[in-house]
């Protein structure tokens, strides 16, 4: 598809387990950031990814988030030992090497039980 | 770091009024300012941009504008309708460095 795309849309989770999400950014982007939203909230800064440079891990809430990006494309955002606390819309957003639109995934809704 | 700061939390308007949302920026060297619609269970999508060479971008009902001296920029809605209701974010950002948002405004259109 020509948007970034985000899986799962849905998931729900046991307090303590752990949860992948996935982004797929658009081709050839190159900046891909991580946000979280929980409901009716603002927009929370996770981690900025940009080319081959060290990534800004600078709002990863707790050493229990962690964000890879592989081959400069995909990127995966792992939350360890599920706490209630962190049920929320987990958005995606890349853009393009030189410019600084960015689009945004439809998100992952999260759900911790 | 940079720091946006965005008002009002909320504004309502009656269908056909105006609605002005204000942010203001603290890094002089911000040279990108976009605004992000964001409508109920969807992701943001940016609705106009600006950069820093130009005070003021239209597209048809909206504008914003844009104060270097003051770090301020805004986002104008004309002749409001009601899918317009939605919540919106402003942004800054230098080069490539990373966005950052404003906590945004839920706006509602009363019909």
């Known amino acids: 598809g020509a948007g970034v795309s985000q899986s799962p849309s849905n998931k729900v989770t046991e307090k303590g387990k752990d949860v992948e999400l996935r982004c797929d950014p658009i081709s050839g982007h190159t900046a891909l950031y991580w946000y979280r939203q929980s409901l009716g909230q603002g927009l929370e800064f996770l981690i900025y990814?940009?080319?081959?440079?060290?990534?800004?891990k600078s709002g990863l809430p707790s050493d229990r988030f962690s964000a890879e990006r592989t081959g400069g494309s995909v990127s995966t955002l792992t939350i360890q030992r599920t706490q209630q606390e962190d049920s929320a819309v987990y958005l995606c957003?890349?853009?393009?090497?030189?410019?600084?639109?960015?689009?945004f995934g439809e998100g992952s809704w999260l759900t911790v039980v | 770091g940079e720091n946006v700061e965005q008002h009002p939390s909320t504004l309502s308007v009656q269908e056909g009024d105006s609605a002005v949302i204000k942010c203001t920026y603290s890094d002089s060297a911000s040279n990108y300012f976009p605004w992000y619609k964001q409508e109920l269970g969807k992701g943001p999508q940016l609705i106009i941009d600006i950069r820093s060479n130009v005070g003021e971008k239209k597209d048809q009902r909206i504008a914003v504008t844009l104060n270097k001296t003051a770090k301020h920029f805004s986002l104008h809605i004309t002749e409001t309708q009601p899918e317009d209701s939605a919540v919106y974010f402003c942004a800054a950002s230098f080069g490539n460095e990373k966005l950052t948002f404003g906590t945004g405004t839920r706006l509602t259109i009363i019909p």
């Open positions: 957003a890349s853009g393009a090497l030189g410019g600084n639109t960015i689009y």
């Open positions: 990814f940009q080319g081959n440079s060290a990534p800004d």
